[in-house]
């Protein structure tokens, strides 16, 4: 069983910054694709930023030079740095990984963790 545990949200003023952290743990043979998306109340689910094995990365429209997503293919984590931090990033965050286990015939699925809330406001 594959479990995604974020960490790094909380309250933040405008312009400020915030860190998430994803961390990948099971029985896990390959991790694919790994990302965040957020979904402020009221609205659908949308991109926030995503990463391959390899390093190739997309970004939503919105974030516009303001976040940075990285990760540790050893360690099976990803994060997200942020900054300047806008009223309408406030949202539930979270990670997306496409995982791999070890159990014969598994060629992998999408895992979601359970999100961190980030709340920009003065």
């Known amino acids: 069983q594959v479990q995604l545990v974020e960490s790094g949200g909380g309250l933040v003023q405008p312009g400020g910054s915030l860190r998430l952290s994803c961390a990948a743990s099971g029985s896990i043979f390959r991790a694919g694709a790994m990302g965040w998306y957020r979904q402020a109340p009221g609205k659908q689910r949308e991109l926030v930023a995503t990463i391959t094995s390899g390093g190739s990365i997309d970004y939503g429209d919105f974030v516009k030079g303001r976040f940075t997503i990285s990760r540790d293919n050893a360690k099976i984590t990803v994060n997200l740095q942020m900054n300047s931090l806008k009223p309408d990033d406030t949202a539930v965050y979270y990670c997306?990984?496409?995982?791999?286990?070890?159990?014969?015939?598994?060629?992998?699925?999408?895992?979601w963790g359970k999100g961190t809330l980030v709340t920009v406001s003065s």
């Open positions: 997306n990984a496409y995982i791999a286990t070890m159990e014969p015939g598994d060629y992998g699925m999408s895992y």
